[in-house]
């Protein structure tokens, strides 16, 4: 198959990418651009010309997302949309979030210059938020378009340096009435492709993920009260040590977790005593928890199980316990429909796939809950993402645009009067 991928779709991808991550380019070479920052606008301006060069029309909406649109034949009210985020991490990778963005785009320009118009309207959209790096949510450029945000939720948040989104966003140029309203009625379905940001495709020498789901999150901070004392005149039998139930509670979690087998992943990754002194027994403690699987009775079955764990040993052990939960984000279920279409393509081509459950968050789950969704993944070398040593081979990146563009051909233009048979290949 990788023999098969046209050497020019390889070139043209390698060359966009290269010249999207110099937005934002750092001395480690990886890449930040930030929602609304200078290099996030240069970058959003930039694809906005490269898209009109690529024969797209295109146009902004009032939170800075940006469509590049090939208008279909037949003039239904609904389009299909396909892309990904702009903006990234701090000292971020070159393909997280751009590869779907400029696969999307690639797919298209193809497509319409080899068949010209699409029956069904076909629009790139590069998204304008989704990492969550420089305000306090995440998911701008998706929720505006969904409903699920709008524009003055943007008033009560702040980056680090106290501007506040609505600020930022004024000084990009948005958000001032000057681009129509983000909210879209007229989606037919989304498609995103993106990097793993794992290792199971590459530990599995597969090339290739439709994605069922994508996992529910919830997140607890757990404060634990002792006593605070002497740690050579208090008795090993006479203490409320905080520090030694939270060890506990941490050691079963996690234990707890790796005997479950169903995917399902737990992590402690934060954990704060006091008072924080060598010779000091500790009188609090605080530690984070993050559950995740792809099914709500899962996460409830091992969330009750483990809180009432630490419940039962904070009893035991003399010491208050408060749990917070304050994140909780359900499962989303993509399409089923889109999701067989893919594996078949994918077996058709002889492309070597697996289906998958994406541990981490994505438009795609925002797009899941609001109309039919899909997400694909290709590999991501040793599983490295949100780092400048991010890596997809070319190769692999290639085979995701041609995937791209066998389900555009088929959603857009190879439609059930073909009996589903895709006339690209
Ligand atoms: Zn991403």
Same mark, same amino acid.
Request: aromatic letters at 8%; a negative charge.
């Given at each position: 198959?990788?023999?098969?991928?046209?050497?020019?779709?390889?070139?043209?991808?390698?060359?966009?990418?290269?010249?999207?991550?110099?937005?934002?380019?750092?001395?480690?070479?990886?890449?930040?651009?930030?929602?609304?920052?200078?290099?996030?606008?240069?970058?959003?301006?930039?694809?906005?010309?490269?898209?009109?060069?690529?024969?797209?029309?295109? &146009?902004? #909406?009032?939170?800075?997302? !940006?469509?590049?649109? /090939?208008?279909?034949?037949?003039?239904? %009210?609904? +389009?299909?949309? $396909?892309?990904?985020?702009?903006?990234?991490?701090?000292?971020?990778?070159?393909?997280?979030?751009?590869?779907?963005?400029?696969?999307?785009?690639?797919?298209?320009?193809?497509?319409?210059?080899?068949?010209?118009?699409?029956?069904?309207?076909?629009?790139?959209?590069?998204?304008?938020?989704?990492?969550?790096?420089?305000?306090?949510?995440?998911?701008?450029?998706?929720?505006?378009?969904?409903?699920?945000?709008?524009?003055?939720?943007?008033?009560?948040?702040?980056?680090?340096?106290?501007?506040?989104?609505?600020?930022?966003?004024?000084?990009?140029?948005?958000?001032?009435?000057?681009?129509?309203?983000?909210? &879209?009625? #007229?989606?037919?379905?989304? !498609?995103?492709?993106? /990097?793993?940001?794992?290792?199971?495709? %590459?530990? +599995?020498?597969? $090339?290739?993920?439709?994605?069922?789901?994508?996992?529910?999150?919830?997140?607890?901070?757990?404060?634990?009260?002792?006593?605070?004392?002497?740690?050579?005149?208090?008795?090993?039998?006479?203490?409320?040590?905080?520090?030694?139930?939270?060890?506990?509670?941490?050691?079963?979690?996690?234990?707890?977790?790796?005997?479950?087998?169903?995917?399902?992943?737990?992590?402690?990754?934060?954990?704060?005593?006091?008072?924080?002194?060598?010779?000091?027994?500790?009188?609090?403690?605080?530690?984070?928890?993050?559950?995740?699987?792809?099914?709500?009775?899962?996460?409830?079955?091992?969330?009750?199980?483990?809180?009432?764990?630490?419940?039962?040993?904070?009893?035991?052990?003399?010491?208050?316990?408060?749990?917070?939960?304050?994140?909780?984000?359900?499962?989303?279920?993509?399409?089923?429909?889109?999701?067989?279409?893919?594996?078949?393509?994918?077996?058709?081509?002889?492309?070597?796939?697996?289906?998958?459950?994406?541990?981490?968050?994505?438009?795609?789950?925002?797009?899941?809950?609001?109309?039919?969704?899909?997400?694909?993944?290709?590999?991501?070398?040793?599983?490295?993402?949100?780092?400048?040593?991010?890596?997809?081979?070319?190769?692999?990146?290639?085979?995701?645009?041609?995937?791209?563009?066998?389900?555009?051909?088929?959603?857009?233009?190879?439609?059930?009067?073909?009996?589903?048979?895709?006339?690209?290949?």
């Amino acid at each position: 198959m990788i023999d098969q991928v046209p050497t020019t779709i390889k070139n043209e991808l390698h060359d966009l990418i290269e010249w999207l991550a110099a937005f934002g380019k750092t001395g480690h070479g990886g890449v930040t651009r930030l929602l609304y920052d200078t290099d996030w606008q240069k970058a959003q301006h930039a694809l906005k010309y490269k898209m009109e060069e690529m024969g797209f029309n295109t &146009r902004f #909406d009032d939170v800075g997302n !940006l469509f590049g649109c /090939i208008r279909g034949t037949e003039n239904e %009210e609904k +389009g299909i949309l $396909t892309g990904s985020h702009v903006d990234t991490v701090v000292d971020g990778g070159k393909y997280d979030g751009a590869y779907g963005i400029l696969a999307s785009m690639i797919a298209t320009a193809r497509l319409f210059h080899q068949y010209g118009a699409p029956r069904k309207t076909i629009e790139v959209v590069s998204l304008c938020e989704e990492e969550g790096s420089r305000f306090p949510l995440s998911f701008w450029g998706s929720g505006n378009i969904t409903g699920k945000y709008h524009a003055q939720d943007a008033t009560r948040l702040a980056d680090h340096s106290g501007m506040s989104l609505t600020d930022a966003m004024h000084g990009a140029g948005f958000g001032i009435g000057n681009y129509p309203d983000a909210f &879209r009625n #007229d989606i037919a379905c989304f !498609l995103e492709i993106h /990097i793993e940001q794992g290792r199971t495709l %590459e530990l +599995g020498k597969k $090339t290739w993920a439709p994605v069922s789901h994508i996992v529910g999150q919830r997140r607890y901070t757990i404060s634990l009260t002792g006593e605070s004392n002497h740690a050579g005149t208090t008795p090993m039998n006479q203490r409320r040590d905080a520090v030694y139930a939270a060890a506990l509670m941490v050691s079963h979690v996690i234990k707890m977790a790796g005997e479950q087998q169903n995917g399902l992943v737990a992590t402690v990754g934060r954990i704060e005593a006091d008072p924080n002194v060598a010779n000091v027994i500790s009188g609090k403690c605080r530690f984070s928890l993050d559950i995740r699987h792809h099914e709500v009775s899962v996460l409830d079955r091992f969330s009750e199980e483990t809180l009432a764990f630490c419940k039962e040993t904070a009893d035991k052990a003399g010491i208050q316990i408060q749990i917070n939960k304050w994140m909780d984000v359900p499962p989303v279920k993509l399409d089923q429909k889109l999701m067989e279409m893919n594996l078949k393509l994918a077996e058709d081509a002889g492309i070597p796939f697996r289906k998958m459950v994406s541990g981490a968050g994505h438009d795609s789950q925002v797009f899941g809950t609001f109309c039919p969704t899909a997400l694909m993944f290709v590999p991501s070398h040793l599983g490295v993402s949100h780092s400048p040593a991010e890596y997809t081979g070319l190769d692999e990146l290639t085979i995701g645009v041609h995937m791209l563009m066998k389900m555009l051909y088929h959603l857009a233009y190879a439609p059930e009067k073909n009996n589903g048979k895709c006339e690209y290949e």
